[in-house]
């Protein structure tokens, strides 16, 4: 039973650029979470998608956008990247869009901007 | 404005005896809670959850007691063992609210288990 792997594990951009990361979700699941984790800090939530759709967004600018394909898996993009953007992506799966079902983990990209 | 608040970074306990982690929230829509534990560069597992509904959960060594009138809880270990040390963070949501789930977290508490 996989569970939710994302890619790369480590990355390093400089000021300006592009990134893209990605996410598939556990199997069975068909929603999917971003969170940002600072050093330091808990996992601060980005966006969440269900069924191809942006569901819910937390407090991130509109550089950070995001798309779910059909088969669930998910891409999270940030433009003109910032030094500030430098932190821990986590992408998390769970099933269904509102629902007592914990959200499973996988174990993130480290992005560090120079 | 943090709505959940994890006021202990680091807590030592010794091997066998009870660890006793505690959270607090401000948010009273908040009405589903959540414990996961990291270690370092892996993602965080579930540990435990909890309904608003009721006020302690149990799973093996892991509890769970909410006390909803004072936006409190807290995650008992008994015994605590090596393997536990790691960071736990608790997360809550709203499930009646409506909407998606995206989860607030707490900043974590390092628990340290001494041999």
């Known amino acids: 039973d996989a569970g939710v792997t994302q890619s790369p594990t480590h990355l390093i951009k400089t000021r300006g650029q592009q990134v893209t990361l990605r996410c598939s979700p556990k199997?069975?699941?068909?929603?999917v979470s971003w969170y940002q984790q600072a050093l330091g800090q808990g996992p601060q939530f980005i966006f969440q998608y269900y069924e191809e759709e942006e569901r819910q967004r937390g407090n991130f600018p509109d550089r950070f956008s995001g798309h779910q394909f059909p088969n669930y898996s998910s891409e999270l993009n940030v433009n003109a990247l910032l030094l500030g953007d430098s932190a821990l992506y986590l992408c998390?799966?769970?099933?269904?869009?509102?629902?007592?079902?914990?959200?499973?983990f996988g174990d993130g990209t480290r992005l560090s901007i120079l | 404005d943090q709505q959940v608040k994890q006021n202990s970074p680091s807590l030592s306990v010794q091997e066998g005896r009870i660890s006793i982690l505690n959270c607090d929230y401000t948010?009273?829509?908040?009405?589903?809670f959540l414990w996961y534990k990291k270690y370092p560069a892996e993602g965080p597992t579930f540990l435990i959850s909890?309904?608003?509904?009721?006020d302690k959960n149990e799973d093996g060594r892991f509890t769970v007691f909410l006390n909803k009138s004072a936006k409190h809880l807290s995650l008992h270990i008994v015994p605590s063992q090596p393997g536990d040390s790691a960071v736990y963070f608790c997360?809550?949501?709203?499930?009646?609210?409506?909407?998606?789930?995206?989860?607030?977290f707490g900043k974590g508490t390092h628990l340290i288990i001494q041999p």
């Open positions: 948010n009273s829509m908040f009405d589903y």
């Open positions: 199997s069975g699941h068909d929603t």
């Open positions: 909890i309904s608003s509904i009721k």
């Open positions: 997360a809550a949501k709203s499930i009646s609210g409506g909407g998606a789930d995206g989860l607030t």
């Open positions: 998390a799966s769970s099933l269904g869009g509102q629902s007592n079902q914990p959200q499973h």
